[in-house]
């Protein structure tokens, strides 16, 4: 059994930052992919950013330049750093691993920015 374990989620003033982690635990093979989705209110799930095990990155246009995507596998754990927040950046965040034998997700945490 793997779990997900988000943190660093909440509500933020626009042009803030904040820092998501994600702790993976329990039987873990390979992690070949973590990233970031997000959802919000009435929207499908979109892509945040993915990291691969060479630490190729990808990220969504609307946040390139913003947030940037790293992990520690010595630690099993992944990080999204939000810089200059926006209203439109409001949503839901998961976490998303890839490994050998299947997909896992977090729970999700909230990141609400608002003034």
């Known amino acids: 059994q793997v779990h997900l374990v988000e943190s660093g989620g909440g509500l933020v003033q626009p042009g803030g930052s904040l820092r998501l982690s994600c702790a993976a635990s329990?039987?873990?093979?390979?992690?070949?992919?973590m990233a970031w989705y997000r959802q919000a209110p009435g929207k499908q799930r979109e892509l945040v950013a993915g990291?691969?095990?060479?630490?190729?990155?990808n990220y969504a246009d609307s946040v390139k330049g913003r947030f940037t995507i790293s992990r520690d596998n010595a630690k099993n754990t992944g990080y999204l750093q939000m810089n200059n927040l926006k209203p439109e950046d409001t949503a839901v965040y998961y976490c998303y691993i890839r490994t050998a034998t299947r997909d896992y997700w977090g729970q999700g945490t909230q990141v609400t920015v608002a003034s």
């Open positions: 329990g039987s873990i093979s390979s992690i070949f992919v």
């Open positions: 990291i691969n095990t060479i630490d190729i990155t």
